[in-house]
């Protein structure tokens, strides 16, 4: 069975950092199209490395199939559901709650 499942989110305060991971089970994480999204309150999804500016950092551990998403200095507007996806699998994890408060 082909799985994303993150974790790692919280509740931290602006300026802090958090460490998400998305662990792939039934495939290989090299080479596929595996990638960090998120959906702020109210708002549609987001690829998080095109909203970073420069903030967030996404690492591939290929021996144990994780993504790793690091959030620098996180502030409220980060606050969100964060999620891994394919879009050639056409799967998404269940998703892992940031919420940053002032």
Do not use: H, M
């Not at 109210?42 to 021996?63: A, C, H, M, Y």
């Not at 892992?96 to 002032?102: E, K, N």
């Amino acid at each position: 069975e082909v799985r994303l499942v993150e974790s790692g989110g919280g509740l931290v305060q602006a300026g802090e950092s958090l460490r998400l991971s998305c662990v792939v089970s039934g495939f290989a994480l090299s080479g596929s199209d595996v990638k960090w999204a998120r959906r702020g309150p109210g708002k549609g999804p987001e690829w998080v490395l095109s909203v970073g500016q420069g903030r967030f950092t996404i690492t591939r551990d290929n021996v144990e199939n994780t993504l790793w998403l690091q959030l620098n200095n996180l502030q409220p507007e980060d606050t969100g559901l964060y999620y891994c996806t394919s879009n050639y699998l056409g799967i998404s994890g269940p998703e892992t709650q940031v919420t940053v408060s002032p």
